[in-house]
């Protein structure tokens, strides 16, 4: 899967890392010996994965706004990182109706900034940008979308994450086409789900508190499916990809890392999974129609990532719902979240051969 030993060490600058995502990389890269400089907003809300998982202590914590072009090229100059993982962003679909522009300034210029900086520090031999599977122009087809399959986006947060892929293809051809350039790639993942994930309107987080208040959890459009995966499955593949491009492989270009085809299934098994897993009653209901638009159907085709770079999906769904739950019934009994998500990273690696002979 990936080579741990190539981590020891390593000067990573991750954007993102007070989020939910961000947060599970920079505790994986911490575990593997990485040297991680962290960069992005303070923690959205309370409780928060960055806090309870105490992140500040395990690497170079800086706050930070991708939106100040002086305060992205200023942290990157003074860090000279070798890779740069990109994960920091406004990820929400119904905030983006809300605040279009906060998603376009964040998401699109954001990026624009980042990679200007590394335009401007010779130290970054590798990029990995975190898209989104909504970044495709979605048809309503139930085949899988491919990498070249043409962008698009209903709406302001889909679309924002096709702007990205393109404004990232372009200074990929504008500035990094030389030989010896840094390599910059896109990740494009599906539904991620797992511990510490605190966002309003998503499934999961929005299914952990209802059940801990004892409420049914109100769905929207409970026949949605989804490509649906544990959070460690798409983290893994990032780092992989950042591997190949340090080692100067020619992989500098768009990759899907979704699940299995078995975990593309309605947000209503989903739902009705996570309460009988939680127990106590749990239910869920449908909400009123609220006219947003959301795609229908959802599903990413990733035979590129299985055939050329050998990647898989390590964690079935059954796996990663149950991982889940217990991420915050842990929470909910007063666990040391720390070792509750350390312990799940654990889990995960010693599927790996290649990262359990070289990390214990």
Same mark, same amino acid.
């Given at each position: ?15 993102? =890392? ?11 890269? =911490? ?37 100040? &072009? ?6 990157? +100059? ?5 890779? &740069? ?24 210029? !954001? ?41 698009? !986006? ?29 390599? &910059? ?7 991620? &789900? !797992? ?34 995966? =544990? ?28 699940? +299995? ?17 939680? !127990? ?10 609220? =006219? ?61 051969? +290649? ?6």
């Amino acid at each position: 899967m990936i080579d741990a030993a190539f981590w020891q060490g390593r000067r990573v600058f991750l954007t993102g =890392h007070t989020g939910f995502k961000g947060g599970w990389t920079a505790l994986l890269l =911490h575990r593997l010996g990485a040297r991680v400089a962290g960069f992005a907003l303070p923690p959205d809300g309370e409780p928060n994965l960055f806090s309870l998982a105490d992140l500040a202590g395990g690497l170079d914590h800086r706050i930070g706004d991708l939106r100040d &072009i002086s305060a992205v090229t200023s942290a990157v +100059a003074d860090l000279q990182p070798e890779i &740069i993982l990109h994960m920091a962003a406004q990820p929400l679909v119904r905030r983006s109706y809300a605040d279009p522009v906060e998603t376009y300034a964040t998401n699109v210029m !954001g990026t624009v900034h980042l990679l200007e900086a590394v335009r401007r520090t010779p130290s970054v031999r590798a990029v990995v940008v975190v898209t989104s599977d909504k970044c495709y122009e979605n048809t309503g087809s139930t085949a899988g979308y491919r990498e070249d399959d043409r962008l698009g !986006g209903h709406d302001p947060y889909s679309n924002s994450k096709a702007c990205t892929e393109l404004v990232t293809d372009s200074f990929r051809r504008s500035f990094f086409s030389a030989p010896g350039a840094a390599g &910059i790639a896109t990740v494009r993942a599906g539904n991620v &789900i !797992g511990g510490g994930d605190w966002a309003v309107d998503r499934l999961v987080p929005d299914a952990m508190r209802a059940f801990a208040k004892g409420e049914p959890l109100v769905i929207r459009n409970p026949y949605a499916v989804r490509p649906w995966q =544990h959070v460690l499955d798409p983290v893994l593949a990032y780092l992989v990809l950042a591997e190949r491009l340090l080692r100067g492989e020619a992989v500098a270009e768009a990759w899907n890392f979704g699940p +299995a085809a078995e975990s593309h299934v309605p947000v209503a098994a989903v739902a009705s999974q996570l309460a009988e897993l939680w !127990g106590q009653g749990a239910s869920w209901r449908a909400a009123a129609d609220d =006219h947003l638009h959301e795609a229908a159907y959802l599903a990413l085709d990733c035979s590129k990532a299985k055939a050329r770079l050998g990647w898989s999906p390590l964690i079935s769904l059954d796996d990663a719902l149950a991982k889940t739950v217990q991420w915050y019934q842990s929470f909910r009994d007063g666990r040391s979240m720390r070792a509750v998500t350390l312990d799940q990273i654990e889990q995960v690696m010693t599927v790996s051969p +290649a990262l359990t002979q070289q990390t214990r």
